[in-house]
């Protein structure tokens, strides 16, 4: 018997939990800052249903198995798909839908630094709505949630994939351009050499290769680079909604210094059709992306709901924690109680008991000594544990109602009656 958890999970110990729990939170309260309500799916669904505009990649990761039905299940591997299938079986649902969701999601890749096989997705889904605004609205949720939960400083590379199809259909790569879509996307992992390599099997005009690259991969600013694509392509509608929604990030959000136009941003994921975005956290580069998305307008019609414009994001939630503690933003101790009771000797468990169960009773985190071994060993044990306060419990205390509180950061020690001591202790 293996006593291990499975290549590419881990165990969360409580204090890991905290810091998942405070960063859960502030994540939270910003989606529904914006109006945001949440929802949770099944962990697994039709694995046709999954396949349907994974991309193949992405479809070689599906955890999936032959249920005893002999039907054909998987494990999602995000939850944009299962959400555009919930909006795709109730297609009268008021538009727009804006819904979150913080969930585990599984997928079979090689596990390393921020790329786990079980991990936990929590983001934004908002449906029905097909302009400019929408995924500006999408792109600031993004950027002010990761702020909120500590995030100091990122940048949100952001494109329009319409924009390199068009690029692609200009350079002589327009008969493939969901595989060469699929060899840009590796562009920052695999390196320059390594998608030159690829498109030339789809391509063997070697200068348009070269000139599509040089272009994806320019540097300047976002002005520079939307002007040089605009000069290049004939029709270039999708330049002017990149500006508007850039343009609406600067005056309606105040998101500004974090925008940054960049071209080789695609994302895997097949059913992207319009904006796509990416996040980095700058002082952690090392956990990869944080936050990704993008438009998704032909995916509810592709798994047989109605056409429904859609955008959307996920933030990772370990990689997010990971660069948060990095960057040393992340400073959440975990705390087993507020306070221990201490009863001197075993004639004054019943009153620590008692005691106990009052102070919880006015949400104070409290744990009694379970040594029953006299003092030293309570104080021992609290201070093994982290806990900042005791309350000593002996004939004194139970015949007086006083009750002896010591700080044990600041080793102080002072007598309360009850309503103090929960004042002290909730404080």
């Not at 905290?18 to 529904?32: M, Q, T």
């Not at 983001?123 to 995924?135: K, Q, R």
């Not at 509810?300 to 924690?321: F, Y």
């Amino acid at each position: 018997m293996r006593l291990q958890t499975p290549r590419g999970t881990k165990d969360y110990l409580p204090a890991d939990m905290v810091k998942r729990r405070f960063v859960i939170e502030k994540l939270r309260k910003v989606f529904e800052s914006y109006g945001y309500g949440e929802v949770m799916t099944p962990a697994f669904e039709y694995l046709e249903l999954l396949e349907a505009k994974a991309g193949e990649e992405v479809k070689e990761q599906i955890y999936w198995f032959k249920d005893k039905g002999g039907r054909l299940l998987g494990l999602r591997f995000e939850m944009t798909t299962p959400i555009a299938r919930i909006v795709a079986q109730n297609p009268v649902m008021p538009k727009p839908i804006r819904f979150y969701y913080i969930q585990p999601v599984w997928r079979y890749e090689e596990p390393q630094r921020g790329r786990l096989r079980e991990f936990s997705h929590a983001g934004i889904e908002l449906i029905g709505y097909s302009g400019p605004s929408a995924d500006a609205e999408v792109i600031a949720v993004t950027v002010n949630a990761l702020k909120k939960a500590g995030l100091k400083d990122l940048e949100v590379r952001v494109n329009d994939r319409r924009i390199v199809e068009k690029l692609l259909e200009t350079y002589g790569l327009g008969h493939r351009i969901e595989d060469a879509l699929r060899i840009l996307d590796k562009l920052e992992r695999k390196g320059e050499a390594y998608v030159k390599e690829q498109l030339k099997k789809i391509s063997e005009n070697e200068k348009n290769i070269q000139e599509l690259i040089k272009i994806i991969k320019m540097e300047g600013s976002n002005d520079d680079k939307l002007k040089t694509v605009e000069e290049i392509l004939s029709e270039n509608g999708e330049v002017t909604y990149l500006y508007e929604v850039s343009d609406e990030l600067k005056n309606g959000y105040n998101i500004v210094r974090e925008i940054k136009v960049d071209y080789t941003i695609v994302r895997g994921l097949a059913y992207y059709t319009g904006i796509v975005f990416e996040v980095k956290a700058l002082r952690a580069l090392e956990v990869g992306s944080v936050a990704g998305g993008g438009r998704y307008d032909e995916l509810i019609k592709t798994i047989g709901g109605p056409q429904i414009p859609a955008t959307g994001m996920s933030i990772g939630l370990e990689r997010l924690i990971d660069a948060l503690e990095l960057e040393g933003s992340l400073k959440v101790t975990y705390l087993p109680a507020r306070v221990m009771v201490l009863p001197v000797n075993e004639k004054y468990w019943i009153h620590g008991l008692n005691l106990a169960e009052k102070l919880r009773e006015r949400d104070i985190p409290t744990l009694i000594s379970m040594k029953k071994r006299g003092l030293s060993h309570g104080l021992e044990q609290a201070n093994k544990s982290n806990i900042p306060y005791v309350v000593i419990l002996g004939e004194k205390e139970v015949k007086s109602g006083l009750y002896t509180l010591r700080d044990l950061r600041k080793w102080r020690e002072e007598i309360v009656d009850f309503d103090e001591l929960v004042r002290k202790l909730s404080s």
